[in-house]
């Protein structure tokens, strides 16, 4: 069973960077989908980055190409999201979700997800 606790969120200055984190007890990320989705006040939940850790293979928004990145520790019980050039429409609450199937790529349909974090915040100003 996989439990998720993301840090790392707070406020910054348009442009600016933030790395969130996403500890996981329990089972490890070990051969699975992972990815952070966010959702901003008023808007739906989207994704924004994923990666199949066992092949290391990723999938990005579009929105955040070339400005975000999406890794794990060699553990596999972090999963990271570094991010840059941060924009005010970055702003949003950033949740860490996985899922518990045999897919073997990165992808950001929402609804093969099933564990999910409580969220942390990101402001850009």
């Known amino acids: 069973h996989v439990q998720l606790v993301e840090s790392g969120g707070g406020s910054v200055q348009s442009g600016g960077s933030l790395r969130l984190s996403c500890g996981t007890s329990g089972d490890t990320f070990s051969g699975r989908c992972v990815a952070w989705f966010r959702q901003a006040p008023g808007k739906e939940r989207e994704g924004v980055a994923s990666?199949?850790?066992?092949?290391?293979?990723?999938f990005y928004t579009d929105a955040v190409k070339g400005r975000f990145t999406i890794s794990k520790d060699s553990a596999e019980r972090t999963l990271f999201l570094q991010m840059t050039g941060l924009k005010p429409e970055d702003t949003a609450m950033y949740y860490c979700?996985?899922?518990?199937?045999?897919?073997?790529?990165?992808?950001?349909?929402?609804?093969?997800?099933?564990?999910w974090g409580q969220g942390t915040q990101v402001t850009v100003s």
């Open positions: 979700a996985a899922r518990h199937d045999s897919a073997n790529y990165a992808s950001l349909a929402e609804r093969d997800y099933t564990t």
């Open positions: 990666i199949y850790t066992g092949a290391g293979s990723t």
